[in-house]
């Protein structure tokens, strides 16, 4: 069990996070394949090896003239003459061919490029592998993780890689970042695009967005990529199948491409980076009509740990963001505890029955008492626990968690008729379903009777009530009435499995 840490208030948070998102942006919206793309494939496919034979006809000495024509410059040396632009301009075209290769003979774009004296940074969702080339063609010099690199390319293209793992790296790139995009200095190489988002999602929503872009508060212009897709999504995702197949045989694609305002950072928004990003999403999201979500990068790699573990990929996208940031929660602890999750639910099909918690928990616990617990966790009462309620379920009811959210959390179980308040039946009804062993009717009445001199009890006289006595929920003594509840939850979701 790893140590945990004290969280922020996870009640006002709870029913957002586990409440399940309706939308999953990692999975390709044409998974499958039908006769319609069979028959695409073949007759595309007939056609590729020619497409092939003259683009390496004109990319091959197209490449090499502009290899020597930059020789011994890299993108850290600063812009290039004015003689050097122009022989960039044919990779600039060369970019915009490769796109007509893959079927994008029109490409439809609504705004206007911002002159590099009024900004000199492009941010831009990320939907497929393609969206690079587009922004290549356009001028741009991308920022590019140092494993997505391609030789020869990336220096003709003026990329500028990072590597994530290696800190010095990122504070480096951050560096360049900061100097290429400040429109009061001296102009030090093309224009950059970013994608904030830091990975590919299908395009239905709007990532969460890492801060790079907006760490130096220089101004940004925004710019939103879709794909229309007749039978093909574009869009780089774990479930398509025959993916680059499909990608380099189709015989018309369709991509609109969106410049927004340029936008300024306010005062407030230049001190705090994560506000600057979080308005410029929600601008991009608005042009797309789209949702913003808390879907990360993260969520990809809980989606391979999920499939580690034996469980559907589904399983790990939770939408992290919400749980790092409201309930302080690492990606180390999360990956702990869906191997738990992976443990109980035998059948490994992300969701653990009432059979398999009893199972679980029924020799720690008892079984009454797991059956009454699994009510209580399935917060959609669809008759399984995901995820997404297991974990939360395990930080609500953590040792480390506040007197005022254990009370809070402890009301809502309370008050069953959602009146506001609870009565002395419902705090009976309650203390004796999830206690291992019968409590007396006048031990219950007794506590009842000091919350408010016998009358039902709303949220604020019952928070008041265990802030003045914590131990009946954090004491040591398990024979105090919501000890027995919160030490039964605590044992049977923290213990080893």
């Known amino acids: 069990m790893p140590k945990m840490r004290r969280r922020t208030s996870v009640w006002d948070v709870g029913p957002v996070i586990t409440e399940a998102s309706t939308h999953n942006p990692f999975m ?25 034979i003259i683009l390496l006809a004109v990319l091959i000495p197209c490449t090499l003239y502009v290899k020597l024509a930059l020789l011994g410059w890299k993108p850290k040396d600063g812009p290039l003459s004015p003689w050097q632009e122009k022989q960039v301009d044919i990779i600039r075209s060369l970019a915009r061919l490769l796109l007509f290769m893959f079927g994008f003979y029109q490409i439809r774009v609504k705004g206007k490029k911002a002159s590099e ?76 695009a970013m994608y904030p988002e830091g990975t590919i999602g299908n395009g239905s929503s709007v990532l969460a967005f890492k801060l790079g872009a907006f760490l130096p508060g220089n101004p940004v212009q925004p710019a939103v990529i879709r794909y229309r897709a007749l039978f093909f999504d574009p869009s780089w995702t774990y479930n398509c199948k025959y993916y680059f197949w499909r990608l380099v045989t189709q015989a018309v694609m369709i991509m609109e491409v969106e410049y927004l305002p340029v936008y300024h950072p306010s005062a407030k928004e230049k001190e705090n980076p994560a506000l600057f990003a979080d308005n410029v999403r929600k601008q991009m999201a608005a042009a797309l009509n789209v949702p913003v979500s808390n879907h990360a990068l993260a969520d990809v790699f809980l989606a391979n740990e999920a499939k580690n573990v034996g469980l559907p990929k589904e399983v790990g996208i939770i939408e ?70 297991f974990l939360a379920g395990v930080v609500f009811i953590n040792d480390l968690i506040s007197v005022e959210d254990t009370a809070k959390l402890t009301f809502r179980l309370l008050d069953t008729e959602k009146t506001g308040t609870f009565n002395e039946l419902e705090l009976h009804k309650l203390v004796q379903s999830l206690s291992a062993e019968p409590i007396e009717d006048a031990d219950i009445r007794k506590v009842y009777n000091q919350m408010n001199n016998g009358k039902p009890v709303n949220e604020s006289q019952f928070v008041e009530f265990l802030k003045k006595s914590p131990s009946l929920v954090s004491g040591p003594a398990k024979t105090t009435i919501l000890e027995h509840f919160k030490v039964a939850v605590s044992e049977a979701l923290t213990k080893e499995t």
């Open 28 to 52: 390709n919206q044409t998974p499958d394949m039908y006769a319609i793309d069979w028959i695409q494939g073949i007759v595309m496919g007939l056609i590729l090896p020619f497409k092939i």
């Open 117 to 192: 004296d009024e900004c000199r940074l492009l941010v831009c969702n990320h939907v497929s592998l393609l969206d690079p080339l587009f922004f290549v063609s356009q001028g741009y010099a991308q920022v590019s993780k140092a494993s997505a690199a391609v030789p020869i390319f990336s220096d003709m293209f003026g990329t500028v890689l990072v590597n994530r793992k290696n800190k010095k790296s990122c504070e480096e790139v951050k560096a360049v970042i900061r100097a290429r995009s400040d429109i009061s200095g001296p102009k030090l190489g093309p224009p950059l």
């Open 320 to 389: 992290y963001q919400k749980f790092r940031e409201k309930l302080n929660l690492s990606m180390k602890e999360i990956e702990q505890y869906m191997e738990k999750f992976s443990a109980i639910d035998v059948t490994k099909d992300g969701i653990i029955s009432l059979e398999e918690f009893v199972e679980g928990f029924g020799n720690v616990i008892g079984k009454k008492t797991a059956k009454a617990l699994f009510n209580k966790l399935d917060t959609n009462e669809n008759g399984g626990i995901d995820f997404r309620e």
